[in-house]
T-cell receptor, first 115, second 112 residues
Framework: KAGVTQTPRYLIKTRGQQVTLSCSPI?????VSWYQQTPGQGLQFLFE???????NKGNFPGRFSGRQFSNSRSEMNVSTLELGDSALYLC??????????????FGPGTRLTVL | DQQVKQNSPSLSVQEGRISILNCDYT??????FLWYKKYPAEGPTFLIS?????DKNEDGRFTVFLNKSAKHLSLHIVPSQPGDSAVYFC???????????FGTGTRLTVIP
């Protein structure tokens, strides 16, 4: 069974630009959660999508948004990039909503660098 | 403000001995706790979880203990193996699973 895939793996952008990251969950999984990992703040929950609906959201500004498609693939968008957005962005999938109450599987992450 | 804290950034243990990783939290509304393991260049892997209605949960070599009064949980690995060398994150969820808060991680090195 294929795991969670994230594209691209590495990305370099400049301040003010926007970026879209993609996550394909494990086949049959309907929940996708997004996380940000930085050296200063560690791992932080961004949001969870289930059945194309945002189920909950962490403490991030509105510049961070996402969506989920009918095939459960999810995209995350960050607009007006700031230097502090440089991070490893991880997505995780699980069979049902409430990702972490049910075992969730993480992808390898997308390393975003903002210059 | 860090609501979940792992005060030991690193830990070294001899193969075969017990590894004890600690985690403290500040929010009494947290009711579900998890441990993840992370190897370099890979995403975290779920290890074990515990609900606040329990004080212990065991899965093979891994046992998580929860002390609600002290707002403290620990992960015991017995016996430790070189393949356990990784960064371990504890995480806590508030009632209703609205958010998941992570600690900053402890790097475990198991020495053969």
């Amino acid at each position: 069974k294929a795991g969670v895939t994230q594209t691209p793996r590495y990305l370099i952008k400049t301040r003010g630009q926007q970026v879209t990251l993609s996550c394909s969950p494990i086949s049959g999984h309907r929940s996708v959660s997004w996380y940000q990992q930085t050296p200063g703040q560690g791992l932080q929950f961004l949001f969870e999508y289930f059945s194309e609906t945002q189920r909950n959201k962490g403490n991030f500004p509105g510049r961070f948004s996402g969506r989920q498609f009918s095939n459960s693939r999810s995209e995350m968008n960050v607009s007006t990039l700031e230097l502090g957005d440089s991070a490893l962005y991880l997505c995780a999938s699980s069979l049902v909503a409430g990702g972490w109450y049910n075992e969730q599987f993480f992808g390898p992450g997308t390393r975003l660098t903002v210059l | 403000d860090q609501q979940v804290k792992q005060n030991s950034p690193s830990l070294s243990v001899q193969e075969g001995r017990i590894s004890i990783l600690n985690c403290d939290y500040t929010n009494s509304m947290f009711d579900y706790f998890l441990w993840y393991k992370k190897y370099p260049a890979e995403g975290p892997t779920f290890l074990i979880s515990i609900s606040s209605i329990k004080d212990k949960n065991e899965d093979g070599r891994f046992t998580v203990f929860l002390n609600k009064s002290a707002k403290h949980l620990s992960l015991h690995i017995v016996p430790s193996q070189p393949g356990d060398s990784a960064v371990y994150f504890c995480a806590a969820s508030d009632t209703g699973a609205n958010n998941l808060f992570f600690g900053t991680g402890t790097r475990l090195t198991v020495i053969p």
